[in-house]
């Protein structure tokens, strides 16, 4: 009985832990939200809000012995409506930050597991309903959110950067909005000679359709293109290195991607992407 009494505790834990990690990046908290594609353009900033706000009075509830199975109810919502998302970009085989604790966790088994316990938790404080407070709830709340945390992390496999995939959304800071249908993002670097040596052919590629350079820093010269400045475009985006290149449609949803350090290079994700378009055009 003890252990069904502690799950209001293990659980406010958890919300709070994930509300504070949000609350330090709320516009990256908000990519990550639209990054799971689930959502129509322009509601991932809303959503990211309210998401934060239900977790917080969710946590606020279920510390009040009165509001404890409101409490729990919001937080097993939260919980099952982060479960299916998470399903979702599984199956169609996306590369998503979780976004679930501010962090940089992908989408996967592990965070599926770890949400599916989390939900368990919320259902058992449910059941549990208005239990007094008492201090050896404290360790037994700690155990359990151990355990649902920890077989999550050794399910957790640290991937070599690999860039976006076709159908993930293009996260970047700071960027006008499209004029065409298709926009080719040239990630570049100052200190980077084949980024140099190929800014002529990134300037060519202008007339088959919009190009935008990205930096991380300020310094690079656009060779007549304009230049966007993101610090984190690269981590945000799993980029391994410059010069790289993303091709998206007017939504900012990659078409094709990868190194662009030769002119046989970009062709092939050139000709990748004008294959794609219709394809998601039909």
Request: charged share 15%.
């Amino acid at each position: 009985m003890i252990v069904a009494e502690s799950a209001y505790l293990a659980v406010t834990a958890a919300l709070l832990f994930a509300a504070l990690g949000k609350l330090r990046d709320v516009p990256g908290f908000a990519r990550s939200v639209a990054g799971y594609q689930v959502l129509p353009d322009g509601l991932a900033g809303p959503a990211a809000v309210g998401v934060l706000a239900a977790e917080l009075a969710a946590a606020g509830l279920l510390l009040v012995p009165g509001g404890r199975r409101w409490g729990a109810a919001v937080a097993g919502l939260l919980f099952a409506a982060f479960l299916a998302a998470m399903a979702s970009v599984m199956r169609r085989r996306m590369t998503v930050d979780c976004g679930c604790f501010g962090g940089r966790d992908l989408v996967g088994a592990g965070t599926l597991l770890r949400t599916g316990l989390l939900l368990a938790l919320a259902v058992t404080a449910a059941l549990a309903g208005p239990v007094a407070f008492a201090p050896v709830q404290l360790p037994v709340a700690a155990v359990l959110l151990g355990l649902a945390i920890l077989p999550a992390r050794l399910l957790h496999v640290d991937r070599p950067a690999s860039g976006p995939r076709p159908g993930a959304r293009f996260a970047l800071a700071g960027a006008p909005e499209p004029d065409g249908d298709r926009v080719m993002y040239a990630l570049v670097s100052p200190a980077c000679g084949l980024c140099g040596a190929m800014l002529p052919e990134f300037a060519a590629a202008a007339a088959r359709l919009e190009v935008v350079l990205v930096s991380a820093v300020d310094g690079h010269g656009g060779d007549g293109l304009p230049v966007v400045v993101d610090p984190d475009v690269f981590d945000r985006n799993d980029i391994p290195w410059p010069p790289y290149v993303v091709v998206t449609d007017r939504a900012r949803t990659v078409l094709a991607a990868g190194g662009a350090a030769t002119p046989a290079q970009l062709e092939q994700i050139l000709s990748g992407a004008e294959a794609a378009a219709p394809r998601r055009e039909h």
